[in-house]
């Protein structure tokens, strides 16, 4: 595909992350076509210059490069397999990017499948919550080959700083797993900590000021913490998304014989957290259960 002129872009899925990431590629100048199941949630984004698609098939015969931000595995497999899906209708020498965190063997599957076809694909999950997202900073994982990866890196470079090819296909989102599996462990220190400044009497706010910046520093300190302290849930990142990730990751390491028990008590912990009522809200909101026990 040549690209030395943009590419026409096809967008599917507006969710948290899905909308800043359109509206940094609308205003670096790229004709950006869009899809989501709900379509109200694209209204914003029509205004400001993105135009709409009645469906994956519509979408995907139209673009150059297809990007998926979806939710669930489940989710990626519907937009991109069966007969109206992004792999029966997108043109040759298109190419496909999934940017959602799913499964490392699905992103093969997608791969092998797009290159009988004559499609390049890539798994390309991002990390950097909504902040990241609407700053255009995203951390962006890649699996796929290096001359699709090429081609693609303007594209990419609007939506995230750190863009880095980590293999072949499969090997973004085990990345991914890497990061999701380093939060894990990490969420539960940060609401610790908090939770116990509080409880020592302690301003925690002021606190975060001395261990934001030393050794126990980390994004998940310097961004959620402040949130947790000032009790603000709504979701950078969702609990239910969180939950579906560390699931994947523990499969993935289990298949690997690897012991995880960070990742299993977090786990644990965060669908305690579901149960409560708090799937839809931020990972941050985990502060509530050491808060009330």
């Known amino acids: 595909m040549e690209m030395s002129t943009k590419p026409v872009l096809g967008f599917i899925g507006i ?18 076509l869009i899809y989501t199941r709900t379509k109200h949630k694209a209204e914003a984004l029509v205004n400001e210059g993105a135009e709409w698609q009645e469906s994956v098939k519509d979408l995907s015969s139209k673009a150059d ?3 998926t931000m979806v939710g669930y595995p489940k989710d990626v497999e519907e ?6 899906g992004i792999l029966e209708n997108a043109r040759p020498h298109s190419i496909l990017i999934d940017m959602t965190t799913s499964s490392p063997a699905l992103a093969e599957e997608i791969y092998q499948h797009a290159l009988s076809k004559q499609i390049y694909a890539l798994d390309a999950p991002v990390s950097g919550g909504d902040v990241g997202a609407r700053e255009g900073k995203l951390s962006i994982m890649v699996g796929g080959e290096l001359e699709t990866f090429e081609q693609v890196k303007p594209v990419l470079g609007v939506m995230g700083q750190n863009i880095v090819l980590q293999g072949p296909a499969g090997a973004g989102q085990h990345t991914k797993m890497c990061n999701q599996i380093a939060i894990a462990s990490n969420m539960i220190g940060v609401c610790e900590a908090i939770v116990y400044a509080e409880k020592a009497g302690l301003n925690p706010t002021t606190v975060l000021e001395s261990i ?3 050794a126990a520093g980390s994004w998940s300190l310097s961004n959620l913490a402040p949130r947790m302290i000032s009790n603000r849930l709504e ?8 939950i579906k990730d ?10 690997m014989g690897m012991l995880t028990p960070g990742l299993e008590l977090s786990k644990q912990l965060y669908e305690d957290l579901a149960k409560r009522g708090e799937e ?3 990972t941050q909101a985990l ?7």
């Open 15 to 32: 969710g948290v992350m899905g909308e800043s990431m359109v509206r940094n590629l609308i205003n670096a100048g790229y004709r950006t």
């Open 65 to 67: 490069v297809i990007l």
């Open 79 to 84: 937009v991109y397999i069966g007969e109206n």
């Open 212 to 214: 934001g910046s030393g």
């Open 235 to 242: 979701p950078g990142f969702y609990v239910k998304h969180f």
């Open 246 to 255: 560390m699931t994947i990751a523990l499969e993935s390491a289990k298949k």
């Open 280 to 282: 839809d809200s931020g």
């Open 287 to 293: 502060v509530k259960l050491f808060r009330e026990n």
